[in-house]
């Protein structure tokens, strides 16, 4: 597993290509992720903010980054918690201002305790501050606290900057396209959903509730070396499916039901985002099988314009035609085709985008649109796909229809020819879905 770890001279080249971007005397400011409390004393897991961990891959909680371009001392400064032997007992081992210099590269490293004497230093002076200013607001009260100082000392001929950036447009339209090694970590992330998924499939039998299937997913998640879900997993029987963020799990699975899976892991950071809709008895029912197959098609149809050339919105117009047309051919929907998509006749049964950038965030940073125009795919971005058909228990519709809520995702990454799906490995047409059970 630690083969795929992202080095350090790719974090580097990170920085480097960020700080070309910023110019000539400006800085910019990273704060780490907060420690969360979940009740009492007892934290929620750590998890590093992933613009920090993105340009470090330090970890440790309450550290600052601060880069500036052609510094003459060092363009990366870390601040970061002292080593503490008597903390470090409670709570592990801290690399220290000089373990980040020597492991993870900095040019200069401080104690975070100092960060109210050093920093306002580096401001002074500089022109530009990049900062994702909403993000943290106790931080952003102390970036705003260093530049009063800063200002309060303009009589003496102290400059404050005279222009913050937002940090976020720079560094994200970096993070949107993938390197190779970002594309092993995520294809390593998506091969361990995939047999969480095969896993959950193959277990599942009427009776058993919703929480224990998860428990299938987790277990196969960290037997594979994933340490943790990229997200809360929905694990959605009967009539839950068609509950978008159903994420109880909590209800026993019935033989007559489909049970919607959406589940992904985090590996090394990088997340995988994976559905699958399959039979509790082994065997879809005929309106179970008319219903999945049209979100089947829907996704092959979308999948055909995940590739350079294509812009953001074809996928989804692809999906929508093939879905639109499916529930009229059911009877579902009573109008023609070109009339059920100019009034949107399908949103009560397809109410959701078919997809979203997916990286260090299951749905990760990059804009949809530039200049008002729908984002060209690119090799090296990466997007889920996925459709889905959920027609509510209270529809008036054939109750053969009500109740069924069914959702396939895969997650691809733009080549230069066209796509690659990274979670190929799951299982999805009816035969092989069947074959599993």
């Known amino acids: 597993m630690k083969a795929l770890s992202i080095s350090q001279q790719e974090f580097k080249r990170r920085r480097q290509l960020l700080m070309a971007q910023m110019g000539e005397n400006s800085l910019a400011i990273l704060p780490s992720a907060p420690i969360r409390i979940r009740n009492r004393d007892v934290e929620y897991p750590y998890r590093q903010d992933s613009d920090f961990y993105y340009l470090s891959g330090f970890t440790e909680a309450d ?63 500089r022109e530009r501050l990049y900062y994702a200013m909403g993000c943290y607001p106790e931080f ?7 530049v009063n100082q800063i ?17 976020d447009h720079l560094l994200h339209e970096q993070r949107l396209i993938k390197s190779a090694h970002e594309i092993k970590l995520m294809r390593r992330a998506a091969e361990i959903t995939a047999k969480a998924h095969i896993r959950a499939i193959s277990t599942c039998q009427p009776g058993m509730y919703e929480f224990q299937l998860e428990s299938e997913i987790l277990h196969e998640f960290m037997m594979e070396g994933s340490r943790s879900h990229a997200y809360p997993s929905i694990v959605a029987g009967g009539d839950n499916a068609c509950v978008l963020h159903y994420n109880d799990n909590a209800m026993k699975l019935k ?30 029912k005929p309106a179970q099988k008319a219903l999945y197959q049209i979100v089947l098609d829907a996704q092959i149809a979308a999948l055909e314009f995940v590739k350079p050339g294509c812009h953001w919105n074809e996928p989804h117009e692809a999906a929508v035609r093939v879905i639109t047309k499916g529930l009229i051919d059911l009877g579902i929907i009573k109008a023609s085709l070109k009339r059920a998509i100019a009034k949107e006749l399908y949103r009560p ?45 209270d529809y008036p519709c054939a109750s053969k229809w009500q109740g069924i809520g069914i959702r396939i995702e895969d997650d691809a990454v733009v080549t230069k020819s066209g796509h690659d799906i ?10 092989d879905i069947e074959a599993l059970r």
Request: glycine residues 10%; hydrophobic residues 40%; charged residues 25%.
């Open 151 to 167: 200002k309060a000392k303009a009589r003496s001929g102290s400059h404050s900057p005279g222009e913050f950036v937002a940090l």
């Open 255 to 284: 033989k007559s039901d489909l049970v919607l899976i959406d589940a992904g892991c985090e590996f090394d950071l990088y997340a995988s985002d994976v559905t699958r809709t399959f039979p509790v008895s082994g065997k879809f």
């Open 63 to 125: 550290s600052v980054m601060v880069l500036i371009p052609n510094r003459k001392h060092g363009e990366y400064i870390l601040f970061c918690q002292e080593r503490d032997l008597t903390q470090e007992l409670w709570h592990g081992r801290r690399y220290g201002p000089e373990g980040v210099c020597k492991y993870f590269g900095a040019d200069d490293a401080f104690p975070i305790n100092d960060i109210d004497d050093i920093l306002p230093g580096l401001i002074e002076g």
């Open 349 to 393: 049964f397809y109410m959701h985008r078919t997809g979203h950038w997916l990286g260090m965030d299951v749905h990760d940073v990059g804009e949809y649109k530039v200049n008002d125009k729908w984002r060209i795919f690119e090799p090296g971005m990466v997007l889920t796909v996925e459709p889905g058909i959920y027609i509510s228990p």
């Open 422 to 431: 990274l979670s190929i490995g799951a299982p999805k047409t009816i035969a």
């Open 140 to 146: 952003d009260r102390s970036i705003l606290n260093w």
